[in-house]
């Protein structure tokens, strides 16, 4: 791992999801979280304030060592228990059937294999559990998902494996779930970056 993406990545990381736009996407998606929750990506912690009294524990799975000691920080304000896993999601070390909620908050763009990771959400979850989403993607225009293709080889290496053309609900649907609910549009930035979806999905 190079100097840039063990600290200085991290970093520019924690600063861009810090923006304050993205906290309503962020209040709307935790509401209905429950139970044990697994959360992909917790990344530098932003998810934990927008917790319920309906959370009982949060599990955080994040690569980054660096962005899960700032969680760590984080999570000694929060109500409820928070453990950690410094790890890719592709594999978890859980019980099947353990997890009640599952949370992926701009993430899946970044797993170098979104649908695995998936898959073992898919297996973690209670047969009622919730997967929560908010995520970027793949655009409906033409034009903005050709500037998406064009800039994603560059994107890619600059921002720690980050996709900016890949279109979540296929991902999320590839990955064994059924979508419940499903919003998208662009929020405030340059467009190729900005396509949101935002849902809520059962184990199909």
């Keep these: 791992m190079s100097l840039y993406e063990r600290w200085i990545l991290p970093r520019l ?13 962020r209040a709307r998606a935790l509401a209905d979280a429950r139970g044990r929750v697994l959360e992909i990506g917790i990344g530098s912690g932003l998810n934990l304030p927008f917790y319920g009294h309906g959370v009982k524990r949060v599990l955080g799975i994040d690569p980054s060592p660096e962005l899960t000691r700032l969680a760590q920080k984080a999570a000694g304000k929060a109500s409820f228990p928070v453990e950690f896993l410094v790890r890719s999601a592709e594999e978890i070390p859980l019980e099947r059937g353990s997890i009640d909620t599952a949370v992926t908050t701009w993430t899946l763009c970044t797993i170098p294999d979104p649908v695995k990771a998936l ?15 908010v995520e970027h993607g793949r655009a409906p225009e033409p034009k903005v998902v050709a500037w998406q293709d064009r800039l ?7 921002a720690g494996g980050c996709h900016l053309n890949r279109k979540i609900d296929d ?11 499903l919003q998208t ?20």
């Design 171 to 181: 991902v999320v649907q590839q990955g064994g779930f059924e979508i419940a609910e």
């Design 152 to 158: 994603t080889p560059f994107w890619k290496r600059c």
């Design 185 to 204: 549009g662009y929020a405030k930035g340059p467009r190729p970056m900005a396509f949101m979806y935002e849902g809520r999905a059962r184990v199909s």
């Design 13 to 25: 990381t924690h600063l861009s999801m810090r923006q304050k736009q993205l906290a309503a996407y």
């Design 119 to 133: 898959q073992e959400v898919r297996r973690l979850l209670k047969p009622d559990g919730l997967l929560i989403f």
